[in-house]
């Protein structure tokens, strides 16, 4: 979840005229991003060597 003010800083960034599918996909961007930023301040995250190891399985 995203506070209004957050999201009214990252709008202040958008140029002045955008496409609604350009406006859907930077929001969905905005909401992968701040989902990875609080999983990373929560330590939900997995080392790069367990990251390895489980795409390998991906791929047998």
């Not at 969905?28 to 390998?56: A, G, Q, Y």
Request: glycine share 2%; proline share 2%.
């Amino acid at each position: 979840m995203i506070t209004k003010a957050k999201l009214q800083g990252y709008i202040q960034d958008f140029p002045d005229e955008i496409s609604i599918d350009e406006l859907i996909d930077r929001l969905v961007f905005i909401d992968k991003l701040e989902n990875r930023i609080r999983e990373s301040n929560s330590n939900e995250t997995i080392e790069e060597i367990e990251l390895k190891t489980e795409m390998e399985k991906w791929f047998e």
